[in-house]
């Protein structure tokens, strides 16, 4: 059975932002779901959470025992929240719930015409986790110019189904990271130099997102993108051909480590 998860949605949202498709004309829309998943155990991903927060369902990384990172638009209402990690199953009480209050945005980022390249937010929890085997984090990439260009990385979330009722657990998802050439044929819009794109035969698609696109480096596990946004470019906008726009982390460092 095909299954579809949604890192992160927004109720209406198409309706909301005034979305069209159409079969001639790409559109951009923030990222939703991921087609043909398989499930994650506990502790695999232990660095991926599910957040909820003014009305948003997202999926966010852990990247210090008390910070989140996550995209921009998920959190822009810059209403608190609460998230959760801990478990790949929802549904057997082992989540640890944690709150949030303070949101850190890029600076650069635009709630209004937003542009993806920004796209990125830095949580701060009201009480750090203990880490362990199945809460812990993903390491940030060591420096701007890691780009990890044909390596192979993991998409993970929680979200709905494709009978529409919410999954009890954690999808994943792997994908090559794509060249910044090829990414840049499919996203060039202003400050789409600071995405990274992974291709699959998974692919995301239309709605709101945050989750992070994370690979084994030196023995770590590092989160080098966050989910932004998805070209609809036909009817099917979960079209695998079209590659996902995840924001480039290694393009933020300095934000990300100024609030660390």
Same mark, same amino acid.
Not at 32 to 48: I, K
Not at 87 to 108: C, K
């Given at each position: 059975m095909k299954i579809v998860l949604i890192l992160c949605s927004i109720a209406a949202v198409a309706t909301a932002q005034g979305d069209t498709? %159409?079969? %001639? @004309?790409?559109? +951009? $829309?923030?990222? !939703?779901? @991921?087609?043909?998943?398989?499930?994650?155990? /506990?502790?695999?991903?232990?660095?991926?959470? @599910?957040?909820?927060?003014?009305?948003?369902?997202? %999926?966010? #990384?852990?990247?210090?025992?008390? $910070?989140?990172? #996550?995209?921009?638009?998920?959190v822009a209402s810059k209403q608190p929240g609460y998230v959760f990690f801990g478990?790949?199953? +929802?549904?057997? =009480?082992?989540?640890? !719930?944690?709150?949030?209050?303070?949101?850190?945005?890029?600076? *650069?980022y635009l709630s209004s015409g937003r542009q993806a390249g920004f796209d990125i937010a830095v949580l701060r929890l009201v $009480?750090?986790?203990?880490?362990?085997?199945n809460i812990n984090i993903a390491h940030l990439p060591t420096g701007p110019n890691n780009s990890f260009e044909g390596q192979l990385a993991w998409? /993970?979330?929680? =979200?709905?189904?494709? *009978? &529409?009722?919410?999954?009890?657990?954690?999808?994943?998802?792997?994908? /090559?990271?794509?060249?910044r050439n090829q990414c840049h044929r499919w996203y060039s819009a202003p400050n789409d130099d600071k995405l990274v794109c992974g291709?699959?035969?998974?692919?995301?698609?239309?709605?709101?997102?945050? &989750? &992070?696109?994370?690979? +084994? *480096?030196?023995?770590?596990?590092r989160v080098i993108g966050v989910a932004s946004v998805k070209l609809v470019i036909s009817s099917d906008g979960c079209n695998p051909v079209v590659p996902n726009g995840y924001v480039r982390v290694s393009e933020h460092l300095d934000f990300i480590k100024s609030v660390l």
């Open positions: 498709v %159409s079969a %001639s @004309l790409p559109i +951009r $829309r923030p990222i !939703v779901r @991921l087609v043909n998943g398989h499930r994650a155990a /506990t502790g695999e991903f232990p660095f991926s959470g @599910l957040l909820f927060g003014g009305g948003v369902m997202c %999926s966010c #990384t852990l990247i210090k025992a008390d $910070r989140v990172l #996550t995209a921009g638009h998920c478990s790949a199953n +929802r549904g057997d =009480g082992n989540e640890v !719930v944690n709150f949030y209050n303070d949101i850190l945005l890029h600076p *650069n $009480r750090p986790y203990e880490l362990g085997k998409a /993970t979330g929680y =979200g709905l189904v494709n *009978n &529409g009722q919410s999954p009890d657990y954690l999808m994943k998802a792997q994908m /090559t990271v794509m060249d291709k699959s035969q998974a692919s995301i698609c239309s709605g709101d997102s945050g &989750g &992070g696109l994370t690979l +084994r *480096n030196q023995g770590v596990w």
